[in-house]
């Protein structure tokens, strides 16, 4: 029974190359798994320091907003005792002028000469204080919100990046490792990707070898018969093609 070598050796070479492209597969699952949980994180901290610029321009705020009442406070103290001296002014000479409307009376029912000519008008002092104080009240501008400003005082949030790298697949096999051996080999196959297994032609023994052409372990076949192919399964075991003269 005859095998061809070449065939032997591309089906092989598809077959590896499958487990290559499913291994790089599965370092992109398990990339984008470490990639989800990066997200959270990173998600969690910009939340987090948002939530912290928020805070303290919420406290600047309310503290310039409590000033501005404060000064509305010291304002509005400030004319009631205005209004309260102007109160007290206006009683005191209300007061004053009735007791010179009393005088006035007395001197009219007198027969006083001396307390009639001693009498001084007082008049022009009353007219004068008739005069009311002017107060300018104080009034508030609101100035309009400019989003652009406030976003300036938060500070800045860069954009999302996301790139991704320009890459193929070998369309062509390429060469990793020259292995040097004193056999003619028909049938290879990886045990993994640093150990392969080999047999050569008319022999009966199976070798295995690392990618350094080091020989790790020899066995040879129960029957003594020739190997003509060699195959690995996935957990390991080889199977062999055995050619009977």
């Not at 599965?26 to 912290?52: E, G, H, M």
């Not at 404060?70 to 007791?99: C, F, L, V």
């Not at 009498?119 to 652009?148: C, G, N, W």
């Not at 990707?193 to 080091?214: H, M, V």
């Amino acid at each position: 029974m005859k095998l061809d070598v070449y065939s032997s050796l591309l089906f092989q070479q598809q077959c590896l190359t499958s487990l290559t492209m499913d291994k790089c597969l599965q370092d992109v699952i398990r990339c984008d798994l470490f990639q989800k949980a990066d997200v959270n994180k990173s998600s969690q901290r910009l939340t987090t320091a948002l939530d912290k610029q928020g805070e303290a321009l919420h406290t600047e705020l309310d503290t310039i907003i409590q000033g501005m009442k404060s000064e509305i406070d010291d304002m509005d103290a400030q004319h009631r005792a205005a209004i309260g001296e102007q109160e007290y002014a206006i009683n005191k000479r209300r007061t004053d002028i009735k007791k010179v409307i009393q005088d006035l009376k007395r001197s009219l029912d007198t027969s006083d000469v001396f307390l009639v000519s001693e009498y001084t008008s007082k008049t022009e002092e009353f007219r004068s204080f008739l005069d009311q104080f002017q107060v300018t009240l104080p009034t508030f501008s609101a100035q309009e919100i400019h989003r652009e400003q406030i976003n300036q005082q938060i500070s800045s949030l860069s954009e999302l990046a996301i790139t991704y790298p320009v890459g193929t697949l070998l369309d062509e096999p390429r060469i990793l490792t020259d292995i040097h051996t004193e056999y003619v080999y028909c049938s290879v196959s990886c045990l993994s990707d640093s150990e392969l297994w080999a047999c050569g032609i008319n022999d009966n023994i199976l070798r295995l070898y690392n990618l350094q052409g080091e020989l790790l372990r020899s066995v040879q076949t129960k029957s003594g018969d020739w190997l003509s192919g060699i195959a690995v399964t996935r957990s390991g075991v080889w199977c062999t093609l055995i050619t009977y003269l």
